[in-house]
């Protein structure tokens, strides 16, 4: 049987990975879905080849900054429904989400802020997740199992970072931003890669550039796929590409059979 393919990139700004041949990348992989998050780039700066490339259907979500965050979803099948846009400052103006339905799921594409900058990002980054805990709580009322998935930029235990002692308190690896994660297993979502994986050492998703940290393979798992538990049966694998390059963080996926 063929699964579908979902597959989660934070690109590091999708401009510099045209230059990194990421169309070929795209045509070679073939997912049915792809989620890319800080893409740092407005429509009007790409290129139609960019937006729809491959002939998949392309929708982007920019933050209001020029050349920050931004996230788009790139899928073979046009979904149901999108939504970039909720309504409110914290969901919207630094170009977070996007929401797209399909016949057998909704799929959430996020970007999480980062915190590391000061305590008023922290602060942010908080609010940004307790906002889409109740974002969640309210699509689970259309009855339709979620997938959310994107750079979350919290490692969540001590297997998803190389020197987790070390980085105790930095942001990334903070209790409270922990803590956050550990309410939304609560809460019924399962990381998919640790379903499948769960004792499997040395499996990071994000790395330091300036300390040629990849090299070594100093890293963390920033990047997730969460399910509901009621959907779990429908995913098939979890899986990091950590071969592929041209961001500081390299593609994360999971093979479902479920309809598009």
């Excluded at 795209?26 to 407005?42: D, G, R, S």
């Excluded at 900054?65 to 099948?77: D, F, M, N, P």
């Excluded at 942010?124 to 979350?152: A, N, S």
Aim: charged content about 30%; glycine content about 6%.
């Amino acid at each position: 049987m063929s699964y579908k393919l979902i597959i989660s990139w934070n690109v590091n700004g999708i401009r510099a990975m045209i230059k990194k041949n990421f169309l070929t990348w795209l045509l070679e992989t073939n997912p049915e879905i792809l989620c890319l998050q800080e893409t740092k780039a407005h429509p009007d700066q790409l290129t139609h080849e960019i937006l729809h490339p491959n002939g998949y259907f392309g929708i982007w979500n920019a933050a209001q900054k020029r050349g920050y965050s931004g996230v788009a979803t790139l899928s073979k099948i046009k979904p149901l429904m999108e939504i970039s846009h909720f309504g409110e400052d914290i969901l919207d103006e630094e170009g977070r989400i996007i929401l797209t339905e399909y016949k057998d799921f909704y799929l959430f594409n996020i970007y999480f802020p980062n915190g590391g900058r000061d305590e008023i990002r922290l602060a942010y980054k908080l609010r940004f997740y307790d906002r889409f805990f109740l974002l969640l709580k309210e699509y689970e009322r259309k009855k339709k199992p979620i997938i959310f998935c994107g750079d979350v930029n919290t490692a969540h235990h001590s297997i998803d970072l190389s020197r987790s002692k070390e980085n105790e308190n930095i942001s990334g690896f903070l209790p409270i931003e922990r803590a956050w994660l550990d309410k939304i297993t609560d809460y019924g979502y399962v990381d998919v890669f640790r379903h499948f994986y769960p004792d499997k050492k040395d499996q990071y998703t994000w790395w330091d550039m300036k300390t040629h940290a990849r090299a070594r393979n100093v890293g963390w798992r920033l990047d997730y796929f969460w399910v509901q538990e009621k959907f779990l049966s429908k995913i098939k694998d979890a899986f990091i590409l950590s071969d592929v390059f041209g961001s500081d963080h390299c593609p994360v996926g999971i093979k479902i059979d479920a309809e598009l």
